[in-house]
């Protein structure tokens, strides 16, 4: 059993990850995933008098855990300003749509989400391109980090620091909670509130993090 105060970071490289987790642990799985950076895209939705803004991340996963497993992912996208955006809220099917006709030459076999998730087989020939779709975040952000679940196993629980033995366990008072291993990629966003909102993300670290 690996103790709760090691903090490890396992970075990834192309397609694979680097192990440094040590013996093999129950649940310990990874799935391959191979993630583009984010892109945005203005749409006028039907209804809308104007066009809003979206950021969308198209990536691939390929099941090479040795099994057949159940594949459902969750997005968040957290800009230095923290105001949280969670991958599909509020997101309409036509924007999924739009999207998949942008890249429907390079990537003719990109789907939607709910079409994606479920019980995805062994090998490349069974992998599944996808993407995650966000409504637009706080245009004075330098940098943001999206953090992906949903593409490992690994799951620790973790004794929490402040729980009060001498109390009732409740909501606000829980004994352990759960950390999973997340794929954690940072962004800057270079130039000044007016010219970022056409600027292009620079990738600053891709690693695999317990969370």
């Known amino acids: ?36 950076d984010p892109e945005r895209i203005r749409l006028r939705l039907p ?52 999207i998949m006709a942008r890249h429907r030459k390079e990537i003719p076999f990109l789907t939607e989400p709910n079409k994606a998730f479920g019980m995805l087989l062994q090998g490349q020939a069974n992998s599944r391109t996808t993407m995650v779709a966000f409504r637009d975040f706080d245009v004075q952000a330098n940098s943001f980090t999206i953090f992906a679940s949903g593409f490992s196993g690994l799951v620790e629980r973790m004794p929490n620091p402040i729980f009060r033995s001498d109390r009732p366990e409740s909501p ?7 950390k999973r291993e997340t794929l954690e990629i940072r962004y800057d966003l270079p130039g000044d509130p007016e010219t970022r909102a056409r600027s292009a993300p620079l990738r600053r670290s891709k690693a695999w993090v317990m969370r």
């Not at 090691?6 to 642990?25: C, R, T």
């Open 1 to 36: 059993m690996r103790t709760g105060k090691m903090y490890i970071v396992a970075a990834l490289l192309g397609g694979s990850a680097l192990s440094v987790w040590g013996a093999p642990q129950r649940n310990d799985w990874r799935f391959d995933v191979r993630i583009h």
């Open 172 to 178: 606000e008072n829980i004994r352990a909670f759960m």
């Open 47 to 98: 209804g809308d008098k104007s066009e809003t803004t979206y950021w969308y991340v198209i990536y691939e996963v390929i099941n090479n855990t040795g099994r057949d497993r159940h594949f459902f992912s969750s997005f968040r996208l957290v800009p230095d300003t923290l105001a949280v955006v969670r991958g599909g809220d509020a997101i309409s099917p036509s924007v999924y749509d739009a």
